[in-house]
C-alpha cells in the first residue's frame, strides 16, 4: 500500500514543478502583454497548482486524511488515482514542452 501511496505523492511533486515552469512563462507573458489570451492560461495553471498542492497537503500531512490514505483505501481506488495523476503529469509535461519551444 505505501508504494502506491509514494507513487501518488511523485507524481503531484511532478505535476507541481511542471505547472511551476508554466506559471513562470504565462505569467512572464502576461506581465508583457496584458491580454485575457495570456491570462487564461495563466489562471489554469495557478488553479491547477492549488489543486495538486491540496493533493499533496492531504497525502503528506493532514493528520486524518493521510492515516487513511496510507492505511486504508484499496488497491484499485489507488490505481485508478495514480492513473489519473500520472495523465496529467503526461500532459503537463507536452504542454511545458510546447510552452517552452
Request: aromatic letters at 14%; hydrophobic letters at 65%.
Amino acid at each position: 500500500m505505501v508504494v502506491w501511496v509514494d507513487l501518488a505523492r511523485v507524481a503531484v511533486v511532478v505535476n507541481m514543478a511542471l505547472l511551476a515552469s508554466l506559471i513562470f512563462v504565462w505569467g512572464r507573458n502576461y506581465y508583457r502583454l496584458r491580454s485575457k489570451h495570456t491570462l487564461g492560461p495563466l489562471l489554469f495553471a495557478v488553479l491547477l497548482f492549488g489543486e495538486n498542492a491540496l493533493a499533496l497537503y492531504f497525502y503528506l500531512l493532514d493528520p486524518l486524511l493521510s492515516v487513511w490514505f496510507s492505511s486504508q483505501v484499496p488497491a484499485p481506488a489507488w490505481q485508478g488515482m495514480i492513473a489519473l495523476h500520472v495523465l496529467e503529469s503526461v500532459a503537463l509535461a507536452v504542454l511545458a514542452l510546447v510552452t517552452w519551444d
